[in-house]
Nanobody, 117 residues
Framework: QVQLVESGGGLVQAGGSLRLSCLAS????????MGWYRQAPGNQRELVAK???????NYADSVKGRFTISRDNAKNTVYLSMNSLKPEDTAVYIC???????????WGQGTQVTVSS
């Protein structure tokens, strides 16, 4: 079982930046897709960004041009760089991994991001 631990959240003013990290307890080399989701109070969990083992990325329209996802397989870590943050980006950000070969999905506990206006 792969454990995912997020870090890097916090309180930032609108227009500011944060970089989230997701450290896996085992190698992520064979995890097909790694991603970041977010969930704000009263809202459903939504996909923010994802990256395949081959490096292909996909972003929610609301974060395109502001957020960048990357993965470092050697460090078992996935990052989410967030720039030009807006109050509406406030949410718990949750790391996700999907291993297609075994149809297994992994979730972290989440890290809070709060953007003040």
């Amino acid at each position: 079982q792969v454990q995912l631990v997020e870090s890097g959240g916090g309180l930032v003013q609108a227009g500011g930046s944060l970089r989230l990290s997701c450290l896996a307890s085992q190698s992520i080399f064979s995890i097909t897709v790694m991603g970041w989701y977010r969930q704000a109070p009263g809202n459903q969990r939504e996909l923010v960004a994802k990256i395949t083992s081959g490096g292909s990325t996909n972003y929610a329209d609301s974060v395109k041009g502001r957020f960048t996802i990357s993965r470092d397989n050697a460090k078992n870590t996935v990052y989410l760089s967030m720039n030009s943050l807006k109050p509406e980006d406030t949410a718990v950000y949750i790391c996700n991994g999907e291993r297609y070969s075994t149809r297994t999905t992994y979730w972290g506990q989440g890290t809070q991001v709060t953007v003040s206006s």
